[in-house]
């Protein structure tokens, strides 16, 4: 039997308890608590992917309603990112980002989001110095938060230029192509 996926409390505070902090508004907050998460309670140790799913898609329409979803969802990423390098875990991952550079980042994906949860898995092609494939098991909407998250990650590492573009997607997840200088 496979392992559940779980995203751990780290990513749903980095998300809701930071980014969107001051962001969350009655009706916003009314559906996540219908789809069990009070923004205002204890957080449980981990949560399913399921969940987490929900979530962020209900606060991607909820919070950027004129995006299309592949964009919300990238737009939320890119501030799940902002939120989530406030945290404990966070503020030590960037640290970490930050010295390694943007390579060496991209070569440890799998650790990085393993930080907020159970199942990432990475894969990398490097097409050139400053220019690779990296697949994530990351699924439909979720793929373009991902998006999201590498582009903002990325960013600290302090390129020139930064390029991630979604290059596949499919029922395994995605691939995305980074170029940077």
Do not use: C
């Not at 969802?73 to 390098?85: C, K, M, Q, S, V």
């Not at 020139?160 to 573009?165: F, H, N």
Request: net charge neutral; charged share 20%; no cysteine.
């Amino acid at each position: 039997m496979a392992e559940q996926r779980l995203v751990f409390a780290s990513a749903v505070e980095g998300l809701f308890g930071k980014a969107l902090h001051g962001k969350v508004t009655p009706p916003l907050a009314a559906e996540l608590r219908g789809l069990g998460l009070d923004v205002g309670a204890p957080l449980l140790p981990a949560y399913p992917y399921e969940q987490w799913e929900a979530w962020v898609s209900a606060a991607a329409r909820a919070l950027l309603p004129d995006l299309p979803p592949q964009h919300a969802h990238a737009t939320l990423g890119e501030w799940f990112i902002d939120g989530y390098f406030d945290t404990v875990l966070g503020r030590a991952l960037k640290q970490v980002v930050r010295v390694l550079g943007t390579r060496r980042t991209l070569g440890r994906m799998r650790h990085n989001f393993r930080s907020g949860n159970n199942f990432a898995e990475s894969e990398l092609t490097e097409l050139a110095p400053t220019h690779v494939l990296l697949r994530l098991n990351e699924l439909r909407l979720l793929g373009y938060f991902a998006q999201g998250m590498l582009r903002r990650g990325l960013a600290v590492t302090q390129p020139s230029t930064l390029a991630v573009e979604v290059s596949k997607e499919d029922a395994e997840g995605f691939t995305y192509e980074v170029k940077w200088s």
